[in-house]
């Protein structure tokens, strides 16, 4: 549920229906270490100087 409401606020942000629009970034990485494959994502805004975001 709160992967669903965190898209909601980002959709939200992203329209400009607050306010001005918000870039939404998505960040996925894959590495191969002695540790086997990982993966990491994080998804978060940006306007002007100020991102937020958050790991999954």
Do not use: E, Q, Y
Not at 20 to 32: D, E, H, Q
Not at 38 to 44: A, F, H, L
């Amino acid at each position: 549920m709160k992967p669903a409401i965190l898209f909601a606020v980002l959709t939200l942000a992203a329209c400009g229906a607050d306010g001005p629009p918000v870039k939404p970034t998505l960040n996925t990485s894959i590495g191969i270490g002695s540790n086997g494959v990982t993966t990491s994502s994080s998804v978060g805004v940006r306007t002007g100087n100020v991102a937020v975001s958050v790991g999954l």
